[in-house]
């Protein structure tokens, strides 16, 4: 996993992020990282060996917003139920950047927060509707 790990940082390098936070585990490999954009922030995690991309809005640390949902919103397809790679989540973040910086802009974060939180409450009902 340690390639995980290296190029989830060279390509928030690449992408002019400014690193915040860098943690690594000994368990599983696990890591943290989390980076900045002027108008977004992203968080690279490794979880028992499982990659994963999260996005907030730099002006909203407290919501972090799972890479399905965000893809799901940006591409305007609704495979919520599907869990991207890691690797596929690079490349979006890479082919996307300009939207991304777009919809977490502070004049239209109050909008993708609602859809977004509308993305991720609908995926909840998908996969646990035993619990709604």
Do not use: H
């Amino acid at each position: 996993m340690n390639d995980n790990f290296e190029n989830l940082l060279q390509l928030f390098s690449n992408l002019a992020f400014s690193i915040e936070r860098i943690e690594r585990f000994d368990s599983f490999g696990d890591y943290i990282i989390e980076a900045c954009a002027p108008s977004f922030c992203v968080k690279g995690v490794s979880d028992r060996s499982v990659g994963s991309i999260e996005f907030r809005s730099s002006s909203d640390p407290s919501n972090w917003f799972i890479a399905n949902a965000v893809m799901s919103l940006v591409q305007q397809k609704e495979d919520l139920i599907v869990e991207p790679s890691l690797d596929i989540q690079m490349k979006f973040l890479e082919r996307y950047f300009d939207d991304l910086v777009s919809i977490f802009d502070d004049e239209n974060y109050a909008k993708t927060k609602t859809l977004l939180e509308d993305l991720e409450f609908r995926r909840g009902r998908i996969l646990f509707p035993e619990r709604l």
